[in-house]
């Protein structure tokens, strides 16, 4: 059986490979010289796919060494939940303790336990030369009774790329009032939902300043949200009170950062609020990736 699959994951490259025209072979021979010159053995990789919110999930396969010297393979999936509004993430440790080999186009993680704990663990991540990826994992567990191996492939995910140096940013959840006062200030600043019947309001880029002046005694903000009848990421400058709240509010939940015109600002990678209903009235429920969190 092990032999079947060898045969069956090496067509897999070739096909896809091929798939991508006739340049695969110049592309594939141009990216193994990168990949060795930059690093034979890289601390971690990450191969990510995300729908959300149109589709509403977020894929993302990790490779990472460990203190040992050997790699973790995990998957975390991520997705909205249209009834509660919430974000419902999940991840789930594929292999760990694995020995890997890095080539263009195959990352290929593997723990042989047998006969001893009886067991094999593969995860296959499989590129094309275009960059699209799929994860395969593949399984062999001995029968302790009969000695018989048991066989199991299955594609995790498909339609994945890789990101280079990632490290995913930590993502701080904001409820109860709060999140009510974030949301309402985002829509009256004029943040839109990712489609015309989203139900969420998403930003990206943003930055507020606190403005001190005889003027103005509010503060300044500066997004990015989608146009959702064009789909088109529009810029939005917009000096108010409904600014002052958002600096209130994050600055509480991680996003104050040095500097700002008087010294008070927020930065934000990615704000994402939605609002739903329940017994009592209207709840939010806002997901903050702050600037100042690591990359």
Known sequence: MKHVYRIALASTVLSLVAACGSQASHSTLTQSNDIGAASSQPSIMVFSKDMRPVDGKLEEVTV???EDG??????RTAFANRETGSMVEKTTV???GAKCSFDAYL???RKDLRPVD??????NLVTAS?????AVLHKVIVDRENGQENESTTTIAKGLSRTEQYVRPIT??????????VDSALALLGAKGDTPMSSFLSVSNLRCDKILHPVSLHGSCTFTTINPETQQPKTITSESEYADTLIEVLGNYGAAVN???NGIAVEAKSLRCSVRMIADGPAATCELVAKNQPQ
């Open 107 to 109: 990352v290929s993680c």
């Open 118 to 123: 009886g067991a094999l663990t593969e995860v």
């Open 130 to 134: 275009n960059g699209v990826t799929i």
């Open 64 to 66: 990472k060494k460990d």
């Open 172 to 181: 701080t959840s904001i409820d109860g009032t709060d999140a009510k006062r």
């Open 70 to 75: 050997t790699y973790v393979v995990s998957l």
């Open 94 to 96: 594929l292999v760990d």
């Open 259 to 261: 500097g700002g015109i």
